[in-house]
């Protein structure tokens, strides 16, 4: 199980650097990855998603790599934010309805 | 842009007590979920609905909790006797289609059980 008040691993940048958050996934059966972004006191708000068929795919400013051969998922951020500060969760499903996230990374934008 | 909301934002309550936190999922979406977080942990899955009844739930989701879609907006979960463990953030979350696709989440409910 999980300890109470889990701390969370977390990634500083520099306001226009790029940021590369790692996942790492156990479910070999999971089909479909979404990255979120949560900010305090917020909902989780989705970003970009990729199924297993892909190893890339790009958004606006967002890139995901999966590499399903080590399970392990990535979301990389171009010309980081001071708006892009949050807590950012990985999740996979495999074809049934709930999601399984993970632990999340805290991303802190610096100027 | 569409939204899941939720109300309240914040609920207290005392222990034993029951609670209802309400959702209005988007209006098109036929899938309808229940996830909570803990303060500082990961968002853990509660339950999904879909066609007026739950497809499937979590170890969590017990007999204390239930699920309702009263009307054709609204989707509940209700707490029969609440426990201090049950304080978190909960949030619902709707989608289109069920599993491979995006769910949109609403801003949350804070329950704090005292």
């Known amino acids: 199980g999980e300890s109470v008040g889990l701390h969370l691993p977390t990634l500083s940048v520099q306001e226009g650097d790029n940021s590369i958050i790692n996942c790492a996934y156990s479910n070999s059966a999971s089909d479909y990855f979404i990255w979120y972004k949560q ?6 708000q989705f970003i970009i998603d990729i199924r297993s068929n892909m190893d890339k795919r ?3 400013r967002v890139t995901v790599l999966l590499n399903k051969t080590v399970k392990h998922l990535s979301l990389q951020i171009a010309a980081t934010q001071p708006g892009d500060s949050a807590v950012y969760f990985c999740a996979e ?8 996230f993970g632990t999340g990374t805290r991303l802190q934008v610096f100027p | 842009e569409p939204e899941v909301t939720q109300t309240p934002s914040h609920q207290v309550t005392q222990m034993g007590q029951e ?3 309400r959702c209005v999922p988007i209006s098109n ?16 899955f509660l339950v999904s609905f879909y066609n007026n009844e739950i497809s499937e739930k979590s170890e969590i989701f017990d007999d204390q909790f ?3 879609r009263p009307d054709g907006s609204n989707f ?8 201090l463990e049950d304080s978190a953030m909960y949030f619902c979350a709707s989608s289109r289609v069920s599993g491979n696709t995006e769910a949109f989440f609403g801003q949350g409910t804070r329950l704090t059980v005292v």
């Open chain 2, 19 to 21: 609670v209802i936190l």
């Open chain 1, 58 to 60: 790009q958004g606006q």
């Open chain 1, 39 to 44: 900010e305090s006191g917020k909902g989780p």
């Open chain 2, 76 to 83: 509940t979960l209700k707490i029969r006797s609440t426990k």
């Open chain 1, 93 to 100: 499903t495999g074809g049934t309805d709930k999601l399984i």
């Open chain 2, 29 to 44: 979406h036929l899938y309808f979920y229940w996830y909570r977080q803990i303060l500082g942990q990961k968002v853990e």
């Open chain 2, 66 to 68: 239930s699920v309702e």
